[in-house]
C-alpha cells in the first residue's frame, strides 16, 4: 500500500469526521489530540482509524482507541503493502493467512483430513458426526449439522 495513514474519528458539531493525529516531541501520538487548520485541538470522545486505498478507492479500517496498537497495526498493513509490491514486481505471490475461520469450514477440512489418514474420499458413504464429536471438547456445537 502506498500510502498507510492514522486519523482520529471523532464526533463534532458538525457531524463525524476525520482528522490526522498529532504526534508529540517525543514521537508518540497524543490521544484525542488532532490538527484542525494547523492548529491543536482536543477531541478525547472517539477512536483511531486507518485510511488506505484499495483499488483507487479510500478505505478506513477502526483500530480501537489504543495509540500503540492503531500505530502498530498501520505499520504492519504498510509493510503488507510493501511486501505485496515487492512480491507483484519478483513475480511472486505473498500468501495471506486466513483472518477468520468458521466452524463449517474447519469441519469440513478436519473430515477431509482424518478420512485421508484412513483412505476414504468424501464420496465414500459415512457418518461423521459420532467420529467428528468424539474429538471435539464437550460443549461444542453438534458437528451433525455439518456432515
Not at 25 to 51: C, L, M, T
Not at 132 to 143: D, E, K, L, M, R
Request: aromatic share 10%.
Amino acid at each position: 500500500m502506498d500510502s498507510v495513514n492514522l486519523v482520529w474519528r471523532t464526533r463534532t458539531d458538525a457531524g463525524w469526521k476525520y482528522f490526522p493525529v498529532v504526534v508529540g516531541r517525543n514521537g508518540r501520538i497524543k490521544k484525542g489530540a488532532v490538527k484542525v487548520d494547523g492548529q491543536e485541538v482536543s477531541y478525547p470522545d472517539g477512536h483511531f482509524e486507518i485510511r488506505y486505498y484499495e483499488d483507487r478507492r479510500t478505505k478506513y479500517k477502526n483500530v480501537g482507541t489504543d495509540a500503540t496498537k492503531a500505530v502498530n497495526e498501520r505499520d504492519r498493513m504498510h509493510y503488507l503493502g510493501e511486501a505485496r509490491t515487492a512480491a507483484s514486481s519478483a513475480g511472486v505471490a505473498v500468501i495471506e493467512p486466513e483472518l477468520r475461520k468458521t466452524i463449517k469450514v474447519e469441519a469440513a477440512r478436519f473430515v477431509k483430513a482424518e478420512l485421508a489418514d484412513v483412505g476414504l474420499s468424501i464420496s465414500t458413504p459415512f457418518s461423521c458426526s459420532d467420529y467428528f464429536a468424539g474429538t471435539v471438547q464437550p460443549g461444542f456445537t453438534p458437528a451433525a449439522a455439518f456432515c
